[in-house]
């Protein structure tokens, strides 16, 4: 008698376990909060970098502006904007109407200390 030996094709499976789907589901998701976790942050972070550069810029053209006063006497908004010592990314508005606001949607006042 001949022995015979069945051989079982093994047949290749195609497509993802649930397992594997869920792992990747579950990396998806936290790559999608941590990015909501660290782009306000960031956000903020930059935003603050951008005022400190617009704090030196209006110092420095304060400073050209009143290089032969003794003291800032009659330093205002108004003055500020006509004299261009606002950068424009800060101006809201056009002409000498125009109104400086910061990063953060705040006002910005300048103004002499007397």
Do not use: H, W
Not at 73 to 97: E, H, R, Y
Request: proline share 3%.
């Amino acid at each position: 008698m001949k022995n015979t030996v069945l051989i079982k094709k093994i047949k290749s499976k195609k497509g993802f376990s649930l397992l594997e789907l869920l792992l990747v589901l579950g990396i998806i998701a936290a790559l999608v909060v941590a990015a909501f976790i660290v782009y306000p942050k960031v956000q903020a972070s930059q935003r603050a970098q951008a005022e400190s550069n617009n704090i030196a810029t209006i110092q420095a053209g304060v400073k050209a502006l009143y290089t032969s006063a003794s003291s800032f006497t009659g330093l205002t908004n108004s003055v500020a904007v006509q004299a261009k010592i606002f950068p424009d990314n800060m101006l809201s508005g056009s002409g000498s109407s125009a109104t400086p606001i910061n990063a953060f949607k705040g006002n910005v006042v300048v103004e002499s200390a007397d």
